[in-house]
T-cell receptor, first 113, second 112 residues
């Protein structure tokens, strides 16, 4: 069975500064890993996914994440935060032989002007 | 392109009432899912389906039922609403088992 831990429940950054959202996972098999974003009163939207190709994954809106197997981590970063990045972010893991996904508890990002 | 459509957007139920949350997708996806989202808890899987006529329980199925008579539709039924079912419900679909999910915009349900 897989699980995921998002290490920060809330992150606050100034506009134009870097954003780091931390995610650790556990998985019995080769995992697929995803980051989703949820804006208020909306459904979740895929930011990026890792499925055993390149360990550095580029997503939409300038986000990227690095898969580190030795550290069982999949941290999400963005070099320069924008006001529109204020949202909740979810790290998600799925075992390669299981189509049920496990969601982290979420990280709320606040961007200060 | 509609994607995943959920209705209603909001609903208030009294304890003991029943209702059906509707979900339909127009992407011909085989896999469909129902999640509930509670503050600080992430999303929990209620039920899922890997194709028409096939459904199975997720992590938190108690108090809910589903059916999948067509590829497009995956309704979620609450038979005897309880305050613990107050939540935001999301329907999602995917093409393959490990493919990214496409989400609806959610149904916000309050049981009082």
């Amino acid at each position: 069975a897989q699980s995921v831990t998002q290490l920060d429940s809330h992150v606050s950054v100034s506009e134009g500064t870097p954003v780091l959202l931390r995610c650790n996972y556990s998985s019995s098999y080769s995992p697929s890993l995803f980051w989703y974003v949820q804006h208020p009163n909306k459904g979740l939207q895929l930011l990026l996914k890792y499925t055993s190709a390149a360990t550095l994954v580029k997503g939409i809106n300038g986000f990227e994440a690095e898969f580190k197997k030795s550290e069982t981590s999949f941290h999400l970063t963005k070099p320069s935060a924008h006001m529109s990045d204020a949202a909740e972010y979810f790290c998600v893991v799925s075992d390669s032989n299981d189509y049920k996904l496990s969601f982290g508890a979420g990280t709320t990002v606040t961007v200060r002007a | 392109n509609a994607g995943v459509t959920q209705t209603p957007k909001f609903r208030i139920l009294k304890i003991g009432q029943s209702m059906t949350l509707q979900c339909t997708q127009d992407m011909n996806h085989n896999y469909m899912y129902w999640y509930r989202q509670d503050p600080g808890m992430g999303l929990k899987l209620i039920y899922y389906s890997v194709g028409a006529g096939i459904t199975d329980k997720g992590e938190v199925p108690n108090g809910y039922n589903v059916s999948r008579s067509t590829t497009e539709d995956f309704p979620l039924r609450l038979e005897l609403a309880a305050p613990s079912q107050t939540s935001v419900y999301f329907c999602a679909s995917s093409n393959l088992g490990n493919s990214p999910l496409h989400f609806g915009n959610g149904t916000r349900l309050t049981v009082t």
